[in-house]
T-cell receptor
Framework: ETGVTQSPTHLIKTRGQQVTLRCSSQSGHNTVSWYQQALGQGPQFIFQYYREEENGRGNFPPRFSGLQFPNYSSELNVNALELDDSALYLC?????????????FGSGTRLTVV | QQQVKQSPQSLIVQKGGISIINCAYENTAFDYFPWYQQFPGKGPALLIAIRPDVSEKKEGRFTISFNKSAKQFSLHIMDSQPGDSATYFCAASNTGTASKLTFGTGTRLQVTL
């Protein structure tokens, strides 16, 4: 059983650029959530995807967008990068929408905006 | 608005001791309370979770105590080991559709020899 795989592991971008982060969900999981974890903080919910549709969004601006594909993998896109976007971006997959199923997190993508 | 408050921010415990981390929540709609363990360079991993219909849940050396009326819950790590040194996050969720995890700010635990 494979876990959640995220790529790339590290990324450095310049302010104003755009970035795409990728996530392969755990086998059998149809729901993907994205979280932003600033240094020394707990993860903050960005949004969740279920069957290729966005199903819930946290307090993040529209320049944060995502996609889920038929194989349940997902992308997180961030436009017009700002310095405060520097963080660890975590993808989590689960068996369904209900959080009681439990989430499996990937190791994250460390994004640095300079 | 921080809906889950966690304390302490850091904790040093001797090997064999008991580590205790506390969390308090505000949203009474929360009905699922997991704890996650995170090692450097890794994503959070589910450690143990509880629903509000029970006051305590134990799995090995890890125990969650839950006080619904006080809106507080805590993680107890018995016989703490150096391998337990990690950052621990409490979280809370409303287990409806579009449920999301609201995390605390984390506790950095160091278990010394």
């Amino acid at each position: 059983e494979t876990g959640v795989t995220q790529s790339p592991t590290h990324l450095i971008k310049t302010r104003g650029q755009q970035v795409t982060l990728r996530c392969s969900s755990q086998s059998g999981h149809n729901t993907v959530s994205w979280y932003q974890q600033a240094l020394g903080q707990g993860p903050q919910f960005i949004f969740q995807y279920y069957r290729e549709e966005e199903n819930g969004r946290g307090n993040f601006p529209p320049r944060f967008s995502g996609l889920q594909f038929p194989n349940y993998s997902s992308e997180l896109n961030v436009n017009a990068l700002e310095l405060d976007d520097s963080a660890l971006y975590l993808c989590a997959s689960s068996l369904g929408l209900n959080s009681f199923y439990g989430y499996t997190f990937g190791s994250g993508t460390r994004l640095t905006v300079v | 608005q921080q809906q889950v408050k966690q304390s302490p921010q850091s904790l040093i415990v001797q090997k064999g001791g008991i580590s205790i981390i506390n969390c308090a929540y505000e949203n009474t709609a929360f009905d699922y309370f997991p704890w996650y363990q995170q090692f450097p360079g890794k994503g959070p991993a589910l450690l143990i979770a509880i629903r509000p219909d029970v006051s305590e849940k134990k799995e090995g050396r890890f125990t969650i105590s839950f006080n619904k009326s006080a809106k507080q819950f805590s993680l107890h790590i018995m016989d703490s080991q150096p391998g337990d040194s990690a950052t621990y996050f409490c979280a809370a969720s409303n287990t409806g559709t579009a449920s999301k995890l609201t995390f605390g700010t984390g506790t950095r635990l160091q278990v010394t020899l």
